[in-house]
Protein backbone atom coordinates (compact mmCIF):
# COMPACT_ATOMS: atom_id res chain seq x y z
CA UNK A 1 0.00 0.00 0.00
CA UNK A 2 1.25 3.12 -1.24
CA UNK A 3 2.15 5.15 1.89
CA UNK A 4 0.70 8.48 0.21
CA UNK A 5 -2.72 7.86 -1.80
CA UNK A 6 -4.68 10.55 -3.40
CA UNK A 7 -8.08 10.49 -5.09
CA UNK A 8 -9.12 10.43 -7.81
CA UNK A 9 -6.74 9.49 -10.20
CA UNK A 10 -8.36 11.14 -12.91
CA UNK A 11 -10.80 14.17 -12.74
CA UNK A 12 -12.85 16.08 -15.69
CA UNK A 13 -14.54 18.84 -15.11
CA UNK A 14 -16.18 22.04 -16.98
CA UNK A 15 -14.85 24.94 -16.81
CA UNK A 16 -16.22 26.78 -13.92
CA UNK A 17 -16.56 23.70 -11.54
CA UNK A 18 -15.76 23.88 -8.05
CA UNK A 19 -12.71 20.25 -7.50
CA UNK A 20 -11.53 18.88 -4.59
CA UNK A 21 -8.43 16.21 -4.31
CA UNK A 22 -7.55 14.41 -1.86
CA UNK A 23 -4.74 12.89 -0.08
CA UNK A 24 -4.30 10.45 2.73
CA UNK A 25 -1.35 9.03 4.13
CA UNK A 26 -0.26 6.85 6.40
CA UNK A 27 2.98 7.82 7.93
CA UNK A 28 4.28 10.52 10.63
CA UNK A 29 5.31 13.96 8.59
CA UNK A 30 6.09 17.67 9.03
CA UNK A 31 4.91 19.06 6.82
CA UNK A 32 2.44 18.53 3.08
CA UNK A 33 2.97 20.35 -0.06
CA UNK A 34 0.42 20.07 -2.92
CA UNK A 35 2.30 20.43 -6.36
CA UNK A 36 1.52 21.13 -9.81
CA UNK A 37 2.63 19.40 -12.23
CA UNK A 38 2.22 20.68 -16.09
CA UNK A 39 1.96 18.63 -19.20
CA UNK A 40 6.12 19.79 -19.99
CA UNK A 41 6.98 18.47 -17.01
CA UNK A 42 7.69 21.87 -14.89
CA UNK A 43 6.85 21.84 -11.28
CA UNK A 44 5.02 24.57 -9.32
CA UNK A 45 4.91 24.05 -5.12
CA UNK A 46 1.57 25.23 -4.41
CA UNK A 47 1.34 24.76 -0.82
CA UNK A 48 3.20 23.77 1.90
CA UNK A 49 1.06 22.85 5.38
CA UNK A 50 1.84 21.40 8.81
CA UNK A 51 -1.47 22.43 9.90
CA UNK A 52 -5.17 24.17 9.58
CA UNK A 53 -5.99 26.27 5.62
CA UNK A 54 -4.21 28.41 3.40
CA UNK A 55 -5.55 29.91 0.66
CA UNK A 56 -4.23 31.18 -2.50
CA UNK A 57 -6.32 33.06 -5.13
CA UNK A 58 -8.70 30.32 -6.50
CA UNK A 59 -6.52 27.38 -4.92
CA UNK A 60 -7.47 26.44 -1.12
CA UNK A 61 -5.67 23.72 0.78
CA UNK A 62 -6.44 22.03 4.08
CA UNK A 63 -5.05 19.57 5.77
CA UNK A 64 -6.47 17.99 9.15
CA UNK A 65 -3.35 16.12 11.08
CA UNK A 66 -5.20 13.76 13.04
CA UNK A 67 -6.92 12.37 10.66
CA UNK A 68 -3.83 12.46 8.25
CA UNK A 69 -5.71 14.03 5.31
CA UNK A 70 -5.07 16.92 3.30
CA UNK A 71 -7.75 18.65 0.18
CA UNK A 72 -6.81 20.94 -2.21
CA UNK A 73 -10.12 22.32 -4.12
CA UNK A 74 -9.84 24.20 -6.56
CA UNK A 75 -13.07 27.48 -6.87
CA UNK A 76 -14.09 28.51 -10.69
CA UNK A 77 -12.12 25.76 -11.85
CA UNK A 78 -10.35 27.00 -15.85
CA UNK A 79 -8.81 25.23 -18.84
CA UNK A 80 -5.41 26.36 -17.70
CA UNK A 81 -6.08 24.62 -14.49
CA UNK A 82 -5.24 21.16 -16.27
CA UNK A 83 -2.26 19.49 -14.83
CA UNK A 84 -1.42 16.96 -12.59
CA UNK A 85 -1.78 17.49 -8.75
CA UNK A 86 0.67 15.85 -6.56
CA UNK A 87 0.86 15.76 -2.48
CA UNK A 88 3.84 15.12 -1.22
CA UNK A 89 4.71 14.47 2.64
CA UNK A 90 7.78 15.20 4.09
CA UNK A 91 8.28 12.56 7.14
CA UNK A 92 11.95 11.00 7.33
CA UNK A 93 11.90 11.72 3.52
CA UNK A 94 9.99 13.08 0.82
CA UNK A 95 7.05 10.71 -0.03
CA UNK A 96 4.49 11.67 -3.46
CA UNK A 97 1.54 10.90 -4.50
CA UNK A 98 0.82 8.93 -7.61
CA UNK A 99 -0.50 11.96 -9.06
CA UNK A 100 -4.21 13.33 -9.74
CA UNK A 101 -4.50 14.51 -13.46
CA UNK A 102 -7.28 17.85 -13.74
CA UNK A 103 -8.72 18.33 -17.13
CA UNK A 104 -11.00 21.28 -17.47
CA UNK A 105 -13.17 21.45 -19.97
CA UNK A 106 -14.34 25.03 -21.52
CA UNK B 1 10.04 34.45 -5.83
CA UNK B 2 12.71 31.82 -5.27
CA UNK B 3 13.91 30.44 -8.84
CA UNK B 4 15.25 26.82 -9.22
CA UNK B 5 17.09 26.67 -12.91
CA UNK B 6 18.42 23.45 -14.62
CA UNK B 7 20.01 23.18 -17.70
CA UNK B 8 19.85 22.10 -20.17
CA UNK B 9 16.06 21.21 -20.42
CA UNK B 10 16.32 18.47 -22.60
CA UNK B 11 19.15 16.18 -23.78
CA UNK B 12 19.55 13.39 -25.83
CA UNK B 13 22.87 10.76 -25.96
CA UNK B 14 24.20 7.75 -27.11
CA UNK B 15 24.40 4.59 -24.94
CA UNK B 16 27.54 4.38 -22.93
CA UNK B 17 28.35 8.28 -22.57
CA UNK B 18 27.71 10.83 -19.57
CA UNK B 19 25.72 13.22 -19.58
CA UNK B 20 25.58 15.92 -16.45
CA UNK B 21 22.76 18.06 -15.61
CA UNK B 22 23.18 21.09 -14.01
CA UNK B 23 20.90 22.32 -11.09
CA UNK B 24 21.08 26.30 -9.87
CA UNK B 25 19.30 28.35 -7.40
CA UNK B 26 19.01 31.45 -8.82
CA UNK B 27 18.49 34.37 -6.69
CA UNK B 28 19.11 32.24 -3.09
CA UNK B 29 21.12 30.19 -1.56
CA UNK B 30 20.39 26.24 -1.05
CA UNK B 31 21.92 24.80 1.91
CA UNK B 32 20.19 21.04 0.54
CA UNK B 33 19.31 20.02 -2.99
CA UNK B 34 17.23 16.81 -4.06
CA UNK B 35 17.36 15.00 -7.21
CA UNK B 36 14.40 13.29 -8.20
CA UNK B 37 13.28 11.12 -11.39
CA UNK B 38 10.04 10.45 -13.13
CA UNK B 39 9.22 7.67 -15.55
CA UNK B 40 6.06 8.32 -17.67
CA UNK B 41 3.06 8.21 -16.62
CA UNK B 42 4.67 7.94 -12.79
CA UNK B 43 4.94 10.18 -9.90
CA UNK B 44 8.18 11.97 -8.75
CA UNK B 45 10.69 9.24 -7.07
CA UNK B 46 13.62 10.80 -4.93
CA UNK B 47 16.77 9.86 -5.83
CA UNK B 48 18.86 11.63 -3.40
CA UNK B 49 19.49 14.54 -0.67
CA UNK B 50 22.85 17.06 -1.37
CA UNK B 51 23.92 19.04 1.29
CA UNK B 52 26.79 21.73 0.14
CA UNK B 53 30.06 20.79 1.32
CA UNK B 54 28.82 17.22 1.92
CA UNK B 55 28.63 13.49 0.27
CA UNK B 56 25.17 12.80 -1.05
CA UNK B 57 22.45 10.67 0.96
CA UNK B 58 21.14 8.18 -2.07
CA UNK B 59 17.51 6.40 -1.66
CA UNK B 60 17.46 2.55 -1.21
CA UNK B 61 17.92 1.56 -4.78
CA UNK B 62 19.87 4.35 -6.47
CA UNK B 63 23.19 2.99 -7.51
CA UNK B 64 25.73 6.24 -6.30
CA UNK B 65 28.43 5.18 -9.16
CA UNK B 66 26.38 5.61 -11.78
CA UNK B 67 23.87 8.86 -10.60
CA UNK B 68 27.31 11.39 -9.30
CA UNK B 69 25.86 13.98 -6.98
CA UNK B 70 27.99 17.14 -6.11
CA UNK B 71 26.56 20.70 -4.28
CA UNK B 72 29.96 21.98 -4.44
CA UNK B 73 28.48 25.50 -3.42
CA UNK B 74 25.21 26.51 -1.76
CA UNK B 75 23.55 27.52 -5.38
CA UNK B 76 24.51 24.52 -8.04
CA UNK B 77 24.78 20.74 -7.54
CA UNK B 78 25.05 18.71 -10.27
CA UNK B 79 23.54 14.99 -11.28
CA UNK B 80 26.10 13.16 -13.36
CA UNK B 81 24.52 10.14 -14.93
CA UNK B 82 27.62 7.68 -15.89
CA UNK B 83 27.39 5.62 -19.04
CA UNK B 84 23.73 6.14 -19.45
CA UNK B 85 21.70 3.48 -21.17
CA UNK B 86 18.21 3.63 -22.42
CA UNK B 87 16.66 2.32 -19.12
CA UNK B 88 17.86 5.58 -17.66
CA UNK B 89 15.85 8.01 -20.24
CA UNK B 90 13.90 9.72 -17.37
CA UNK B 91 12.65 12.79 -16.54
CA UNK B 92 15.00 14.70 -13.82
CA UNK B 93 14.09 17.19 -11.81
CA UNK B 94 15.63 18.86 -8.72
CA UNK B 95 14.53 21.14 -6.29
CA UNK B 96 16.45 22.95 -3.14
CA UNK B 97 15.46 24.34 -0.19
CA UNK B 98 16.02 28.31 0.86
CA UNK B 99 18.47 29.39 3.16
CA UNK B 100 17.69 30.17 6.17
CA UNK B 101 14.15 29.61 6.08
CA UNK B 102 11.90 26.60 6.27
CA UNK B 103 13.34 23.62 6.15
CA UNK B 104 9.98 21.95 4.30
CA UNK B 105 10.15 25.51 1.50
CA UNK B 106 10.92 23.70 -1.33
CA UNK B 107 11.53 24.93 -4.74
CA UNK B 108 11.71 23.21 -7.78
CA UNK B 109 13.47 23.06 -10.90
CA UNK B 110 11.93 23.00 -14.61
CA UNK B 111 13.05 19.17 -15.16
CA UNK B 112 15.41 17.91 -17.73
CA UNK B 113 14.35 15.07 -20.24
CA UNK B 114 17.11 12.34 -20.34
CA UNK B 115 16.61 10.42 -23.74
CA UNK B 116 19.45 7.77 -24.01
CA UNK B 117 19.59 6.11 -27.35
Known amino acids: KNEVEQSPQNLTAQEGEFITINCSYS?????LHWLQQHPGGGIVSLFM???GKKKHGRLIATINIQEKHSSLHITASHPRDSAVYIC????????FGAGTRLTVKP | GAVVSQHPSWVICKSGTSVKIECRSL??????MFWYRQFPKQSLMLMAT?????????EQGVEKDKFLINHASLTLSTLTVTSAHPEDSSFYIC?????????????FGPGTRLTVL
Open chain 2, 50 to 58: SNEGSKATY
Open chain 1, 88 to 95: AVRASDMR
Open chain 2, 27 to 32: DFQATT
Open chain 1, 27 to 31: VGISA
Open chain 2, 95 to 107: SAIRAPGPYNEQF
Open chain 1, 49 to 51: LSS
